[in-house]
């Protein structure tokens, strides 16, 4: 893809992110954290690519242990929030 | 067919975009922040089903999913709340190091597509820009293994497996600048030989190193910056990773995170009042003569016992409790909240006083009182406070010092001065709970305690607050 294409993307995704994420309260700010850090292991689809493609061993073991890090980054990740975001009581 | 099947990828790729986005908008309130979480999940599993539909090495991909995914759940269980920023620091520095491992071996595996041809020759041959590619995964190399060892380090700090003081030795500054070049130099000499794949490998070890120099002199209470900026930069690696393999998903995804972490980050050095820079060196504001501590406390300062502080409440209408750092170390935040449910049933209009920088990672004090069944309407923000802290008959400060000490506002030679605070010492009277008169992370004394409508609770957070309740529960 062009790259022009793909810097706008990026731009514009960085705005988005801005114009949302100074709207969550500091109350959430840890789930913030754990939740934005579990989508950072969307690496998790290189990961897949990477080995999938790979023909040799050495960059097949690569691939591997990119799968293994990226998806425990994004298991635990999404798991940690669930279970921080389901204490969150109003009063009454 | 096979520009079908791309289409419907590209597509589905761009729904996960858009419920990563939606996910975090949902994070936005506490009611929809369960499901914004969900939406988040349900992007990321789409777009890995997407991505596994007619891959080979099938064996080798799930056993890879089990075995992470399999960790991560013992992980995410296991851990106690009190443990979150040390858990967030390490699934973080994972984050990166996948990213750094993709960025290497699509690399590797280009390079033995390329053969003879050469890596730049071949890349321009697929259609592919070889400047791109290259810088690329050189940025994806140094800021994965930057973010993995910093936050392995950050891990091991914040879990006290080692120290936790700040280090000012400048011999890191140097370190940490000396990395810094070497890793930008060989960046740019694999830029200029892109068939030395070895390097990369190298770069990702000076990386490595460079992010323990990145971390080693941040101490304690400085920890949210370091974490919010490592999370960040997990976010920027991802998307660095998403220009290597030329995918809009990693490089949305990645981006979205990368501006999270840096909102965070300027949050944290705001509540603080210094500036990115000083809180990576570890460098605090040069302390002037000020005051000793001997000065400050001689004869001032009041111990009261439980039963003291018990009548206290006595026909107290309002109360705020601040909580610092020193109730998540002392785990009594289920007490704590014990004891505002006591307060409440008595008729007491009692909120919480939160400090944006308060405890280890932004947020890590409302999800301790989440945990002990503290509604969040009850947790303010400091401006807030602040605004009414007159008509406080009663503040509570539990484990809290920097973020409660006058000097900030008083004294302009103070290290924290214009910082921040919650004026507790505005309030009717204000009760400390603390173990001793030892200083917080900035190592200066603090008048509150030496005030005169200070009382000091000396003793364990939990033992303490127990012992009170037990007093205010004798008194009826």
């Given at each position: 893809m062009d790259l022009f294409l793909l810097l706008t993307i990026f731009m514009l995704a960085i705005f988005v992110g801005f114009e949302i994420i100074t709207k969550v309260p500091p109350t959430l700010h840890t789930p913030l954290m754990s939740?934005?850090?579990?989508?950072?292991?969307?690496?998790?689809?290189?990961?897949?690519?990477?080995?999938s493609t790979q023909q040799t061993w050495w960059s097949t073991m690569l691939g591997f242990l990119a799968v293994v890090f990226a998806t425990l980054n994004l298991v635990g990740g999404f798991l940690v929030t669930h279970r921080m975001l389901s204490m969150f009581k109003r009063k009454g | 067919m096979n520009v079908d099947t791309?289409?419907?990828?590209?597509?589905?790729?761009?729904?996960?975009?858009?419920?990563?986005?939606?996910?975090?908008?949902?994070?936005?309130?506490?009611?929809t922040a369960v499901r914004g979480n969900l939406l988040g999940a349900a992007g990321m599993l789409l777009a890995i089903v997407v991505t596994m539909v007619g891959s080979d090495h099938?064996?080798?991909?799930?056993?890879?999913?089990v075995v992470g995914g399999l960790c991560g759940i013992v992980a995410a269980y296991k851990i106690e709340m009190t443990g979150m920023p040390q858990l967030v620091a390490l699934f973080n520095g994972f984050g990166g190091i996948a990213s750094a491992?993709?960025?290497?071996?699509?690399?590797?595996?280009?390079?033995?597509?390329?053969?003879?041809?050469?890596?730049?020759?071949?890349?321009?041959?697929?259609?592919?820009?070889?400047?791109?590619?290259?810088?690329?995964?050189?940025?994806?190399?140094?800021?994965?293994?930057?973010?993995?060892?910093?936050?392995?380090?950050?891990?091991a700090k914040l879990q006290q497996l080692v120290s936790s003081a700040s280090n000012t030795n400048p011999l890191l500054k140097v370190g940490n600048v000396l990395c810094t070049i070497v890793a930008v130099g060989l960046g740019v000499v694999l830029f200029m030989n892109p068939d030395m794949a070895g390097l990369y490998w190298v770069i990702v070890l000076v990386s490595l190193a460079l992010g323990l120099f990145l971390v080693l002199p941040i101490?304690?209470?400085?920890?949210?910056?370091?974490?919010?900026?490592?999370?960040?930069?997990?976010?920027?690696?991802?998307?660095?990773?998403?220009?290597?393999?030329?995918?809009?998903?990693?490089?949305?995804?990645?981006?979205?995170?990368?501006?999270?972490?840096?909102?965070?980050?300027?949050?944290?050095?705001?509540?603080?009042?210094?500036?990115?820079?000083?809180?990576?060196?570890?460098?605090?504001?040069?302390?002037?003569?000020?005051?000793?501590?001997?000065?400050?406390?001689?004869?001032?300062?009041?111990?009261?016992?439980?039963?003291?502080?018990?009548?206290?409440?006595?026909?107290?209408?309002?109360?705020?409790?601040?909580?610092?750092?020193?109730?998540?170390?002392?785990?009594?935040?289920?007490?704590?909240?014990?004891?505002?449910?006591?307060?409440?049933?008595?008729?007491?209009?009692?909120?919480?006083?939160i400090h944006p920088v308060a405890g280890r990672m932004p947020?890590?004090?409302?999800?301790?009182?989440?945990?002990?069944?503290?509604?969040?309407?009850?947790?303010?923000?400091?401006?807030?406070?602040?605004?009414?802290?007159?008509?406080?008959?009663?503040?509570?400060?539990?484990?809290a010092n920097d973020t409660v000490n006058p000097s900030a506002r008083t004294d302009p030679s103070s290290p924290i001065a214009g910082m921040p605070i919650i004026d507790v010492d505005k309030a009717r009277t204000v009760v400390v709970v603390k173990r001793s008169l030892s200083p917080g992370f900035a190592g200066i004394p603090n008048p509150l305690f030496a005030c005169d409508n200070t009382l000091m609770l000396f003793g364990d957070g939990k033992k303490v607050i127990g012992e009170l309740i037990a007093a205010i529960k004798e008194a009826g």
């Open positions: 939740g934005s850090n579990a989508i950072s292991g969307i690496t998790i689809i290189g990961a897949i690519i990477v080995t | 791309d289409s419907v990828k590209n597509i589905l790729y761009l729904l996960a975009s858009v419920l990563f986005i939606l996910g975090i908008k949902g994070l936005t309130h506490p009611r099938l064996g080798w991909l799930i056993a890879g999913l491992l993709v960025a290497g071996a699509v690399l590797h595996d280009y390079l033995d597509k390329a053969g003879d041809t050469g890596l730049v020759q071949w890349l321009t041959a697929e259609g592919q820009d070889p400047t791109q590619v290259i810088i690329a995964t050189i940025a994806s190399g140094i800021i994965g293994a930057v973010t993995f060892s910093g936050s392995v380090l950050a891990f101490g304690g209470a400085d920890m949210p910056v370091v974490i919010t900026l490592l999370n960040s930069y997990s976010g920027i690696a991802a998307a660095a990773t998403g220009f290597v393999i030329n995918n809009t998903v990693l490089i949305v995804a990645g981006s979205l995170v990368g501006a999270s972490g840096l909102i965070l980050t300027r949050i944290m050095c705001v509540a603080m009042n210094r500036s990115l820079t000083n809180v990576l060196f570890g460098v605090m504001a040069e302390v002037g003569e000020g005051p000793s501590s001997d000065e400050v406390y001689a004869g001032k300062v009041k111990s009261a016992s439980p039963d003291e502080v018990a009548m206290l409440f006595d026909g107290a209408r309002r109360v705020l409790i601040v909580p610092g750092y020193g109730m998540a170390a002392a785990q009594a935040q289920h007490v704590v909240s014990d004891l505002a449910d006591l307060l409440m049933a008595k008729g007491i209009d009692v909120e919480y006083g947020g890590h004090m409302n999800v301790l009182l989440a945990e002990a069944d503290v509604p969040y309407d009850l947790l303010k923000e400091m401006d807030d406070v602040n605004t009414t802290i007159e008509q406080v008959d009663v503040a509570l400060v539990i484990g």
